[in-house]
Structures are given as C-alpha cells and as structure tokens.
T-cell receptor, first 112, second 116 residues
Framework: SQKIEQNSEALNIQEGKTATLTCNYT??????LQWYRQDPGRGPVFLLLIRENEKEKRKERLKVTFDTTLKQSLFHITASQPADSATYLC???????????FGKGTTLSVSS | GAVVSQHPSWVICKSGTSVKIECRSLDFQATTMFWYRQFPKQSLMLMATSNEGSKATYEQGVEKDKFLINHASLTLSTLTVTSAHPEDSSFYICSATDRKNTGELFFGEGSRLTVL
C-alpha cells in the first residue's frame, strides 16, 4: 500500500541545535517533494521544494535532502530558535498541477 | 504575491444547516484549486480538485452531494457543506496552483467548522 510517514509525531530540542525531521514514503514515485510549516489553527506555509533529480536544497537555515533510492527526505533546521516551533509537513507531488499528498507532520518544539 | 484568502476562518452552525466557505486567490489566477480536510493531529486529506468552469473531481469516500464545490472563476472556489452534522466538524483548507505550475501550492488560512 502507499504510505508517507514522518518519523515522529513530536521532536523536542534545545535552542541553537539542529533539528532533523525525516519523511519516508512507500509505493510512490514523486516528481518532487515539499516541506510546509503549519502553526496551530492555520493553513500550511510553503518552505522548500526539491525535485527528484536534486539531492539537496538550501534556504537560509533550512536544508532538505531527497534520496529517491532510499525513498526518503531529510529536513534540517540549523541554529534552531523557539520561533521555529511548529508542525512540519512533508508532501509528495506526483505531477505539477496535481494535489499534494501529505504526511501527518512532526511537531517541533524548540526550548530556550 | 500568491496569496489565498479563505473565509470564514471559523463558523459554528446547527446540525442540518448548510455552510459555505469561500476561497479566493488575491493576486494570481488559480488554474486549479484543491480542498483538503484536516482532523486534529491528522494529515491533510484531499477532498476534491476543481478546475475553473468544470465539475470538481472528488476523492474516493467524499460525498459530492454533501460537499458541493463550485469554481466559477479563476479566482474563486466555494465549498458548501450541506445538511451539516457533528461528524463534519473539521478544519477545511483550500489551496491553489498558479499558471507557472511549479508544483508549489498556495494555501488559505483554513476554516474551522463546528457543527452542534
């Protein structure tokens, strides 16, 4: 069956550390993978998109890797801050213009 | 740019009534809009895909007569929950793609529906 799993429901880290979130998928062949941030009671906000032929993408303190052999993406937030506390969603895109398939999310808590 | 506005942000209604949620793309033309539903601590589940001027395509298990979707223009889609029941209480979120078709979805702020 098709699955998209994010490694843990919750992740607690200290300010200044690097947070690493994992997204694994089964029986999908995504053309791209995206990461979104969602705050309580709000809609998701786009962070990064990485295509199947890309290994790594960076944006400020964020880094995403995409391994289509392992069927896995890693999402890193370096020098984490309490303001980074939120739920992070991994989403697969099979084809541009079509809906994304979302994981359940990992709730990150950064303590000062 | 690429702002999607959703209204209302929250609504409480009595069982049996109908509720309409609007989704507007403010600064771009949304070729396709998607409606998702999210239960607490759950993933966003796709309900339907709508293209301007054509009938929405519903996901398996989503009742099209209960969740009426209208995409009358390139900037507006509406979701009407008809004869709402408490089990329809959820967070409804719309999203849209623009003509660039990069794959990125632009999301509205979501609408929290509570059916008493």
């Amino acid at each position: 069956s098709q699955k998209i799993e994010q490694n843990s429901e919750a992740l607690n880290i200290q300010e200044g550390k690097t947070a690493t979130l994992t997204c694994n998928y089964t029986n999908y062949s995504p053309a791209y993978l995206q990461w979104y941030r969602q705050d309580p009671g709000r809609g998701p906000v786009f962070l990064l998109l990485i295509r199947e032929n890309e290994k790594e993408k960076r944006k400020e303190r964020l880094k995403v890797t995409f391994d289509t052999t392992l069927k896995q993406s890693l999402f890193h937030i370096t020098a984490s801050q309490p303001a980074d506390s939120a739920t992070y969603l991994c989403a697969l895109g099979i084809q541009a213009g079509t809906a994304l398939i979302f994981g359940k999310g990992t709730t990150l808590s950064v303590s000062s | 740019g690429a702002v999607v506005s959703q209204h209302p942000s929250w609504v409480i209604c009595k069982s049996g009534t109908s509720v309409k949620i609007e989704c507007r793309s403010l600064d771009f033309q949304a070729t396709t809009m998607f409606w998702y539903r999210q239960f607490p601590k759950q993933s966003l589940m796709l309900m339907a895909t709508s293209n301007e001027g054509s009938k929405a395509t519903y996901e398996q298990g989503v009742e099209k007569d209960k969740f009426l979707i209208n995409h009358a223009s390139l900037t507006l889609s509406t979701l009407t929950v008809t004869s709402a029941h408490p089990e329809d209480s959820s967070f409804y979120i719309c999203s849209a793609t623009d003509r660039k078709n990069t794959g990125e979805l632009f999301f509205g702020e979501g609408s929290r529906l509570t059916v008493l």
